[in-house]
């Protein structure tokens, strides 16, 4: 196969027909391990090693560089602004043209050399009459007798003190208990020709005296404000006798102890612990356990305080939460203070006694927090703990003397606030003058050029200072791809996983665009992409398929879009063309007449909205990146429905109230995170199918004549794994300099299990050979075992087939460790009042593979459940009962219901985005 050079290149066809396989393990994998091993043995031990590719031959392969769909780590100082440098632009920015500013008064502090204040002083008209003062006393009690001996003595005959002007000789006695402010007159003057050399004598004089400090005192100036100017040749308030030190990037980096806020370290929060998560659920009553770290006492001794606790405040153990009254919860979490609580247990050595205040759940956690030495104990009281802004810097997490520091009125970490859009415009309207201007020039372009970067590939709602760990793994591939875009390389293959991922049909024409721009740098970009918008922009296609799994791994077309669409032998070309195509449903579904109310949502960015979800219905939340639709559903929906059913300790997003909750019985949020964080995790141990897989190979005559049970067959206990490699069936081998290396196990030879267990067979294969199947290859072998093959059957209905029973969990993708979740819950029996929730399902799915798990979903709806979809696929959205569209923006512009309603009513609102992109899909 030839793939042509320096053009953008999608790489698409069903899921698990060899897409990745191609783009990632063959030509990125190659490209980077080229390059790698260029490089000297010891540079080489830093660097990822990748895998020789299973090829024959690959020429012209350029360096690859892989953006994929990672979310970012979980350093908490790694910030968007870090991540993308434009943080490190910033804080050159404000080391060097930033005006330092008094962090506890407020005044402008900037030091001058005695040209720049002669010049200044000179600005004034010729004739204005000026006094030269020396400050030498602000605002300090005392009678000061020995500085107006020392005046007297250095010939000085004028002084002014509290503002007024006298001489020296005149000087009464000053009040000791009373403030006072004194400033030696230095000087009397009248601007006019040939001055200049007296003007800077007179201030180098009183600079001396005052400690590099000048007042210069304008009596007939109107403008009260105008009258006195002061000078400094160091940065000093002249109020507060506070010093500034000089000012470099490193004052403004929070990861550096000259800039980092000394009460977090730069962190922006602190560990508190929260009343929220000490009683999560308030619906529950002190005897239900509403408060978390008291849930497993039941003592006579514990049960006697807490009845005479309530007492004391009028109220019992039996009360929700909630409806307890203020003063008892106040006690309850800092303390009764001064009111004391009796009560008496009796015990075996006789009646006990208790008679003091309670010392309060916060302060008593806090307490046990630094005594002991246990860490188990304190991870225990950390998960009452929650991050909340540091009382210090406010979240800033820098110093107080770097966020006294401002361009245009804003400090560092208020433009670090701003939304990337807002910020933008910042930074373009900023013109400063002189050499200012001069020095700011090319670092604003740099910051302009990159925020632009971001802006183009949708991401216009994130605020630079957005802690990394928060953002999903769609708006970390998009930042790299922007970063990237910045780095201006050419003569690069890059590869990228799905950019369209999270992104509304708004943003990614955006995106399109920042390729299009890669490619024009003289780059290859090859995109896996199934969004057709992607594909027709390409200038050449290729189509894997024409299956999966084993049934893939084929090019079906590769050529040009018009080409393409003309193919056929190709199912991504019957629906790009339209002579296949997803139905519009001919009726939409009314509901089951009750609903769920969220009743004034304010979580993150929602403007308390009031947000109704009507049940027995297939209902989509619209909206374009960052309008707040997963604030809505899973932060405050999905949290308060598994709190109120299942009792659970998340913590629920802001609202007034929910009304609606007696029509659901079970709550379940099918997400994208791992099915299991080990390799030994897989779709057969999470969905329950090797269970039944192992008690079948236990009921054969082999295994039951040798006595094995089904213990036998597991590969994570011993008795059948092999003890060799532990059931791994690799082993890593440490290289020191060099990186590891993994080989297979030579006892077992990669299979997982001693050869004993492998002599037993079902249908002529071992439990090995059993994992290794695809789960359509399964579905016929055991096709006559109805409690497995039902199973298989709703793995291969989510559009996963052609992954195998036993592939390690950490090789599946995020969508199809979804929809092995999914399938898991469908295999389970449906109560009929179940609410599904899936955040973005059709994540990695091909447009056949969204048609059959929209049969699934449309399936769970019939049987009177409810599913709620966050979702961008205008395939998906078409098909909905009812969409819930969000905006009108990202970030702070966003939060706001547009529109409720049928797909129908929805595209016919002027101010939805995703109604403008669905009405054409409506009409055809």
Known sequence: MDIPRHQLVVVTGLSGSGKSTLAFDTLYAEGQRRYVESLSTYARQFLERMEKPDVDRIEGLSPAIAIEQKAAGHNPRSTVG??????????????RIGTPYCHKCGIPITSQSIDEMVDKVLAYPEGSRLIILAPLVAERK???????????????????????????????????????SIEAVVDRLVIKAGIRNRIADSLELAMGLAGGVVEVFFPDSPDAAQQIQRFSEKATCHICGIGYNDL????????????????????????????????????????????????????VYFMEFLEAFTQKYGTDIYTPFKDLPEGFRKALFNGSGNQVIHFAVDRETGRSLYNKPFEGLIPQLLRRYRETESSQSQEEIQQYMAFHPCPACDGARLRPESRAVKINGLAIHEVSACAIAQAAAFFQALRPEGQKGIIAEKIVKDIVERLAFLNDVGLSYLTLERAAHTLSGGESQRIRLATQIGAKLTGVLYVLDEPS?????????????SLLRMRDQGNSVLVVEHDQETIGAADYVIDMGPGAGIQGGQVVFAGTYPSLLLAENSLTAEYLSGRKQIAVPSHRRAGNGAAITIVGAEHNNLKRITATFPLGCFICVTGVSGSGKSSLVIDTLYSVLAQHLYRTRTRSGRHTAIQGLASIDKVINIDQSPIGRTPRSNPGTYTGLFSFIRDLFSKTSEARMRGYKPGRFSFNVKGGRCEACKGEGIIKIEMHFLPDVYVPCDVCHGRRYNRETLEVRFKGKNIAEVLDLTVRQAIDFFQNIAAIREKLLTLDEVGIGYIHLGQSAITLSGGEAQRVKLSRELSKRSTGSTLYILDEPTTGLHMEDIRNL???????????????????????????????????????????????????????????????????????
């Open 142 to 180: 005392g009678t000061h007798q020995e500085i107006l001996k020392r005046l007297k003595k250095d010939g000085f005959a004028r002084v002014r003190i509290n503002g007024t002007l006298m001489a020296l000789e005149e000087v009464q006695t000053l009040a000791k208990s009373a403030k006072h």
């Open 82 to 95: 870090t991540v993308t440098e434009i943080h490190d632009y910033l804080r050159l920015l404000f080391a």
């Open 248 to 299: 470099t990037p490193a004052s403004f980096s929070f990861n550096s102890p000259q800039g980092a806020c000394p009460e977090c370290d730069g962190l922006g929060t602190k560990a508190v612990l929260d009343p929220d998560l000490i009683v999560p659920n308030m619906e529950l009553s002190l005897r239900e356990g509403a408060v978390l770290p008291w849930s497993n006492r039941q003592s």
């Open 854 to 924: 929209l049969q699934v979903l449309e399936r769970l709806v019939d049987s009177g459940n409810t599913v709620v979809v966050i979702e961008h696929n205008l395939d998906v959205i078409k098909t909905a009962d009812h969409i819930i569209d969000l905006g009108p923006e990202g970030g702070d512009a966003g939060g706001f219901i547009i529109g409720t309603g049928t797909p129908e009513e929805i595209a016919l609102l002027p101010d939805s985005y995703t109604g403008h992109f669905l009405k054409p899909i409506l009409m055809r």
């Open 501 to 513: 991922i999270g992104l509304h049909q708004r943003d990614n024409r955006k995106l399109l665009q």
